[in-house]
């Protein structure tokens, strides 16, 4: 995600970092090199000249304090302009209808039918919302059986009509359902074109009108690039809608639509998703992007997503074992689900401040903990609950179950046996005090 984006910025700040002071020249060298990166990321021309303009003005316009040098002052200009032209602050859904509708448009193969049902699984699981999923795309062939397997893997319902092809009708039909049902939350899954027309657009039109929606998202592919920007506002003319939701920012290495579509449609993005899982979906803050964007990580939402994976209850009975010495390969399982949950690997680690530039060429499987997994599935119960009884016999065994080597279970064994000592020696007193400091030295020296 903006990794072309992010190392040439990189290349253009690194020119002013060395510098004493902030003078004319290596203000306009470092912008000319702004703007370049900007563009080649897909900015439009117009957008990149009026936010490269805006930073040179402040960077000549302030002194440099004593403690801040022109490379950090420089970094802090670009990440909060850029920030400002995502937005600024954060926009979240408005909910307040009894039930709130929320109506997905946007055009075929945008990702519209996946994202319906990452929001019906985020409103149901982080705003405990009861949700219905309503399949009005009656043109594409499988679309409403793809909802309905989304539906069932998230445990929501989803309303459908086969015999009827008339959209308005079925969502309209839709919503007194959940009416009489209780519904919180209907999100209405409309029918994408592959191009902009009359047709599609006067169905939409027509939807909007019929079911007044609390909420109207318009779906993106960001890899459309510039495309992406010109089709949301082509919409927004139509439906006036709400928010922008940008799909497969994963798979774009640029990210231009994601700093220009709001200057051009005025319009806040409020999600951005990621692959394929329905917990891929991550509510869109403009300052935690520009923090990613200038390779500074994204610890708060790192934070968060490991705060929905926590169980107060199984961290107790962890603590217990631990304390007890009984810290086992089912425990170190159920750890392993917890992280896969956060999301792929790379994109986590990216969080990590620091960590994407160290790991921008390294190829990082989305499902690196399989052969882990393969190793332990292989053990016995007693094997995973007591790993000293492995003998070699046993790793004999375990190898040829999971297509692993010996190598490979001599390996696991040892980091399990250091990975356990440790989180023994972090139950202590002097471990306690251990991490505190090293807390307070992470967060700058300030009490939590």
């Not at 970092?17 to 900015?43: F, H, M, P, Q, Y």
């Not at 000249?49 to 040179?56: E, N, R």
């Not at 989305?366 to 332990?376: M, P, Q, R, T, V």
Request: glycine share 8%; net charge positive; aromatic share 6%.
């Amino acid at each position: 995600m903006f990794q072309n984006l992010q190392d040439k910025l990189d290349k253009a700040l690194h020119n002013i970092s060395g510098r004493g002071k902030i003078t004319e020249i290596n203000v306009a060298e470092t912008v000319k090199e702004i703007r370049r990166a900007l563009v080649d990321a897909d900015v439009s021309y117009k957008v990149a000249k009026d936010l490269t303009k805006k930073i040179q003005e402040k960077a000549l316009g302030q002194n440099v304090l004593t403690s801040v040098t022109p490379g950090q002052l420089m970094v802090k200009i670009v990440h909060d302009e850029l920030a400002d032209l995502m937005g600024g602050d954060n926009v979240g859904v408005n909910l307040s209808g009894n039930p709130s509708i929320v109506l997905i448009a946007g055009l075929q193969g945008s990702g519209k039918t996946t994202f319906s049902g990452k929001l019906a699984n985020y409103l149901k699981t982080k705003k405990q919302k009861k949700v219905l999923l309503v399949a009005c795309d009656v043109y594409r062939p499988a679309a409403i059986d793809q909802l309905k397997v989304l539906g069932d893997q998230i445990g929501v319902e989803v309303y459908t009509e086969f015999e009827n092809k008339n959209p308005v009708e079925i969502s309209s039909h839709a919503i007194e359902y959940a009416k009489q049902n209780k519904f919180n939350v209907v999100i209405i899954d409309t029918a994408g074109r592959l191009a902009i027309d009359e047709n599609m657009m006067n169905e939409i039109r027509n939807i909007h009108q019929k079911v007044i929606p609390n909420e109207t998202l318009f779906v993106v592919d960001s890899m459309t690039g510039q495309d992406a920007v010109n089709t949301a506002k082509a919409f927004n003319d139509v439906l006036n809608y709400d928010g922008v939701v940008l799909t497969k920012l994963d798979g774009d290495t640029r990210g231009g639509a994601a700093l220009t579509i709001r200057t051009v449609v005025e319009k806040p993005i409020k999600f951005i998703s990621t692959g394929e899982k329905m917990e891929a979906l991550d509510v869109f803050y403009p300052s935690r992007m520009a923090d990613r964007i200038l390779g500074m990580g994204d610890v708060v939402s790192l934070v968060e997503r490991a705060q929905e994976q926590f169980d107060e209850e199984e961290a107790r009975k962890l603590q217990k074992k631990i304390a007890k010495n009984q810290f086992g390969f089912d425990d170190f399982l159920n750890q392993i689900k917890q992280i896969k949950r956060m999301g792929n690997m790379k994109d986590l680690l990216g969080m990590i401040p620091g960590a994407g530039k160290a790991l921008k060429d390294i190829n990082i499987d989305d499902d690196a903990f399989k052969h882990i997994e393969a190793l332990i599935y292989s053990m016995t119960p007693e094997e995973r609950r007591n790993p000293a009884i492995i003998t070699t016999s046993r790793k004999n065994r375990i190898a040829k179950g999971s297509g692993r080597t010996i190598q490979d279970i001599n390996q696991l064994l040892k980091q399990f046996e250091q990975m356990s000592k440790m989180m023994k020696m972090m139950q202590t007193p002097q471990g306690r005090m251990m991490m505190q400091a090293m807390a307070k030295q992470m967060s700058g020296g300030k009490p939590f």
